[in-house]
């Protein structure tokens, strides 16, 4: 059975950093994409950042470039997801989850749709204030 377990989470102050992990077990890790997605309350589950499972691609919502990093290492079957320059929007329940590897066919359309991805961590709180 897939398990994701994030982790790293907390409170901290705008313009701090994070680094969030996503621990996972019971799949061929470096076979799969990484995605991390945040949902805060009332709103929809966003996209925010996915790594393909050789590492070699990644994609990001536009909200958070070049202030988030997404890596993974399939040594330790982790992806993160490291913050810096946080804002007061980045308040939320952040997710990772996995999905197919496309390869060469992998598009950012495909990476950054919730809907694609079959397997979810129980989230991690992330709450930035000023």
């Known amino acids: 059975q897939v398990q994701l377990v994030e982790s790293g989470g907390g409170l901290v102050q705008a313009g701090g950093s994070l680094r969030l992990s996503c621990a996972a077990s019971?799949?061929?890790?470096?076979?799969?994409?990484m995605g991390w997605f945040r949902q805060a309350p009332g709103k929809a589950r966003e996209f925010v950042a996915a790594i393909t499972g050789s590492g070699d691609n990644t994609y990001y919502a536009d909200s958070v470039k070049g202030r988030f990093t997404i890596s993974r290492d399939n040594a330790k079957n982790t992806s993160y997801l490291q913050m810096h320059s946080l804002k007061l929007l980045d308040t939320a329940a952040y997710y990772c989850?996995?999905?197919?590897?496309?390869?060469?066919?992998?598009?950012?359309?495909?990476?950054?749709?919730?809907?694609?991805?079959?397997?979810w961590g129980q989230g991690t709180q992330v709450t930035v204030s000023s």
């Open positions: 989850a996995t999905t197919r590897d496309l390869g060469a066919y992998g598009r950012s359309y495909y990476y950054s749709n919730p809907n694609q991805y079959d397997y």
């Open positions: 019971g799949r061929t890790f470096s076979d799969y994409a």
